[in-house]
């Protein structure tokens, strides 16, 4: 059986880019990664996703991106660091990008990370065109 994809480009940042080619318009910027904790069944599996989805079930907190880098022509690695202090003693359990609009590009769900107080912790979410 093949392993779900659990990150997806929502409708939204899909529908812009098919705009942007045919009408020459422009793209918004990714600028923050929002973490949540709301990613997740009864039984701690990561819920499916169809990328209509417009906000995280259990927003926790956004924060700016810390870096991107293109990995492959058509792929963006966004990073965003949680410092000691953020989140600490959280469940993450879904990720979202979201642009200069303050609307979902990307979108992801995993399995329960608990955010210990005395680490760091480094997000990565691959955007693949």
């Known amino acids: ?9 929502t409708a939204y940042a899909r529908e812009q880019m098919t705009r942007a080619r045919a009408e020459g318009g422009t793209l ?10 709301g990613g997740v069944d009864t039984e701690g599996k990561p819920l499916p996703l169809d990328g209509t989805e417009q906000a995280l ?3 926790l907190l956004q924060k700016d991106i810390t870096s991107y880098e293109f990995i492959a022509p058509a792929t963006i690695r966004y990073v965003c660091s949680l410092a000691e ?3 600490a003693g959280k469940t993450i359990n879904e990720l979202a990008l979201v642009d200069s609009a303050g609307k979902l590009t990307a979108i ?6 608990i955010k210990d107080a005395d680490m760091e912790f480094i997000f990565e979410i691959d955007d693949i065109y």
């Not at 059986?1 to 480009?9: C, G, I, N, P």
């Not at 918004?28 to 904790?37: E, N, P, R, Y």
């Open 1 to 9: 059986m093949a392993e779900q994809v659990l990150t997806v480009t």
């Open 57 to 59: 079930k259990a927003e």
């Open 108 to 113: 992801r769900t995993m399995t329960n990370k």
């Open 28 to 37: 918004t910027k990714v600028v923050k990664m929002a973490f949540g904790s």
């Open 85 to 87: 202090n953020e989140l």
